[in-house]
């Protein structure tokens, strides 16, 4: 019986020599101390031993199961040693004292914009406002007076989850919530709602010099007793002297949004010419930069606001638009490139 134990020694340490992977010293190990395995098949064999025989069998397959199980674990350091290694030699040398040729990071020229535009509606008494870019097709449209399949759908087709959700086409998407948000302020203690919203919107768009799938736009809402036209005109025009540091000209020519009423479009006069005509703004002197208008009855009605005792003027300035128009970006689809050598050209001290 003592040969069978070094028999079986003998084909293990034999194995043993050749094994490279821990896949294959896994099979050994299986092989011969596993339920099956050459060394418990031994004890097997007790039985038909005189007791005698039985305990210098039952010691010699002790200590060769020990054994076997001692050198599958020194062969598993091993590996695990190599494995190292071999990782190691892969890694390239570098080396530690070498000074750092990190370039300082930028801001991205629309985040540029819209922080000089926050700053100054807040320093107007607007509430900076955040909202989800996940909405609902009641924020984004019914709320807006806009109900299923009406055709002003169509400017705004977007992205859909398969829960009936969607990526906001439009920073009016949060107008129900603000009004819902602030309408007891008003009421009970007279406070104006002034907020401002900006947020990344998102259209089913095929894209193209002037077109994006993404872009940002900054959403103001005002509602008071007695808000008019002239509050609007007033906001735009301090808000766009400002951004654009000289005194802006603004016109408003009608335009038609289902939640405004009236609705226009508002446009600013070129910055380039300043107004002369120039390829520019197509010689008329003029550049379309915002929509608004004052809101509509039934928007106001469906934030909870009584639109007999209140109104307010709502606009919808294009950022990704003013952030192209105040540095001179030709293409909008370089705001999305993240090509650094374009976007790190407009960092200021912001
Ligand atoms: N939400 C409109 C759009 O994206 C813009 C808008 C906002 C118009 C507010 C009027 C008032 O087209």
């Known amino acids: 019986m003592a040969d069978k134990t070094t028999e079986v020694r003998l084909n293990f340490m034999a194995a043993l020599e050749n094994v490279q992977t821990m896949d294959e010293l896994e099979k050994i190990r299986v092989e011969y101390i596993g339920k099956k395995g050459y060394v418990t098949e031994l004890l097997k064999e007790m039985k038909n031993l005189s007791n005698e025989e039985k305990k210098t069998f039952g010691q010699a397959v002790n200590v060769l199961k020990n054994e076997v199980n001692d050198k599958i674990a020194e062969k598993r350091e091993e ?5 190292i290694e071999l990782e190691n030699s892969r890694m390239p040398e570098f080396d530690i004292s070498t000074p750092a040729n990190l370039e300082r990071g930028s801001y991205h020229p629309i985040t540029l914009v819209q922080r000089q535009c926050e700053e100054i509606f807040r320093s107007m008494g607007f509430a900076v406002e955040d909202y989800s870019e996940i909405v609902t097709d009641y924020e984004c449209f019914e709320a807006l007076n806009i109900p299923k399949d009406h055709p002003a759908r169509d400017m705004q087709d977007t992205y859909y989850l398969d829960n009936g959700q969607l990526l906001k ?3 009016s998407a ?13 009421v009970n203690e007279g406070k104006p709602i002034k907020a401002i919203f900006p947020g990344r919107c998102f259209r089913n768009e095929a894209t193209d010099a002037c077109h994006e799938n993404t872009f940002f736009q900054m959403e103001g809402v005002m509602v008071d007793k007695d808000i008019s036209i002239s509050n609007l005109i007033f906001f735009m025009k301090t808000m766009l002297s ?7 000209k603004v016109r408003l020519r009608p335009g038609f949004f289902p939640f405004v009423e009236p609705g226009f479009e508002l446009d600013i006069s070129c910055l380039i010419c300043g107004g002369e005509g120039c390829p520019s703004c197509k010689h ?3 550049l379309e930069l915002c929509p608004c208008g004052m809101i509509h009855p039934e928007v106001l009605k469906a934030g909870g606001i009584d639109p007999d005792e209140y109104t307010g003027f709502a606009f919808g300035l294009g950022l990704t638009r003013l952030a192209m128009m105040k540095y001179g970006v030709k293409d909008i689809r370089d705001l999305n490139s993240g090509s650094l050598k374009t976007l790190s050209q407009f960092t200021d001290d912001k």
């Open 79 to 83: 590996l695990k040693q190599k494995e």
């Open 169 to 171: 086409s439009h920073t």
């Open 174 to 186: 949060a107008q129900n919530a603000i009004y819902k948000k602030y309408k007891d302020a008003l």
């Open 242 to 248: 400002e951004v654009f540091q000289k005194d802006i």
């Open 284 to 286: 008329s002197g003029w």
